[in-house]
């Protein structure tokens, strides 16, 4: 509420200038169709008064309805505010880029008996149908970086085509993933939306240095890390210091959804970064005073049909 009270302003606050004016008319016009005007100029008020019978005798409240209609009518159109709109892209779901390493490495094993490629091939698979609908997108990279498919609503493409990806189908191996990040970027900013990273590797290899430079742009798109190998090996400790230099997060690897889930998580929360959020137009709240202004003419129309019934015939 406090934060509603400082946030309170008028969008177009010239209006509030008419307030006097439509006092004055009003006040004008009551005494232009006072019927007693000459006789309060001639008797004492409270005589007056003690004379009069019926209507006149009584305070008629109806007649400071058009007043009070007409200090809403101008309060809402000199548009009271107090939020900013909501970004309309932040209600579209934004991307998530998959950067599927695809190097020879990802043919190990460790304590179980599938290897990283199986691995992470499983868990693009289980990520495709917890973001159905939403887009996903995937890259292939080794000693260099491949488009697989561009953000897709149609995430079981995504992962039928993430099975097909072996070691064997890369031009030139190696770990070149700041050239996936680069691409994925990229990629991003012509869609001109937000969006997201998920590097799914069971190292990294690449200079400190070169990963360093990769995402220090004006707008660093989130990224964040699937570690495939055990949580206690050097593997996966070169993926945490990658994702230090990265300003990145990195998830170990469940046997459960759970890993799934934060990544999901993640995605939403940071995916558009760059568009999420509040806009920059302050959302008019002018219209709430529309039902009271319909109830003021709703009253004033009764009160017109029974003055019209309670005359003779």
Do not use: C
Request: charged share 20%.
């Amino acid at each position: 509420m406090t934060q509603m009270w400082a946030n309170f302003h008028l969008l177009r606050p010239e209006w509030l200038l008419l307030l006097p004016l439509s006092l004055g008319l009003w006040w004008l016009w009551q005494r232009s169709r006072d019927p007693l005007r000459g006789w309060r100029a001639q008797m004492h008020p409270d005589l007056l008064n003690a004379l009069l019978v019926g209507e006149h005798s009584k305070r008629n409240l109806a007649r400071y309805l058009l007043p009070v209609a007409w200090l809403l009518g101008i309060i809402a159109i000199a548009g009271p505010t107090w939020k900013l709109e909501p970004n309309p892209f932040v209600e579209d779901a934004q991307p998530l880029m998959i950067l599927l390493k695809s190097d020879k490495s990802m043919l190990q094993t460790d304590s179980s008996s599938a290897t990283h490629m199986e691995r992470a091939q499983l868990k693009i698979a289980d990520l495709a149908k917890a973001r159905k609908g939403q887009p996903l997108g995937l890259i292939a990279y080794a000693g260099s970086a491949h488009l697989v498919l561009p953000p897709t609503a149609d995430t079981a493409v995504v992962a039928e085509m993430a099975a097909e990806i072996s070691p064997d189908i890369m031009p030139v191996p190696g770990d070149r993933l700041d050239l996936a990040i680069q691409k994925a970027t990229a990629l991003l900013q012509e869609e001109s939306h937000g969006g997201s990273l998920l590097v799914i590797a069971d190292t990294v290899a690449a200079d400190s240095q070169t990963l360093t430079s990769t995402n220090q742009t004006a707008n660093p798109v989130p990224i964040q890390f699937l570690a495939l190998a055990d949580a206690d090996s050097p593997e996966t400790t070169t993926l945490r210091d990658a994702a230090e230099q990265l300003n990145a997060n990195v998830q170990e690897l469940t046997i459960d959804d759970q890993d799934v889930s934060t990544i999901t998580d993640f995605a939403e929360r940071n995916a558009s970064a760059g568009i999420a959020g509040e806009s920059s137009r302050w959302q008019e709240a002018g219209y709430w005073l529309t039902p009271l202004l319909a109830l003021i003419v709703a009253f004033s129309f009764r009160r017109r049909e029974l003055a019209e019934a309670e005359k003779p015939s």
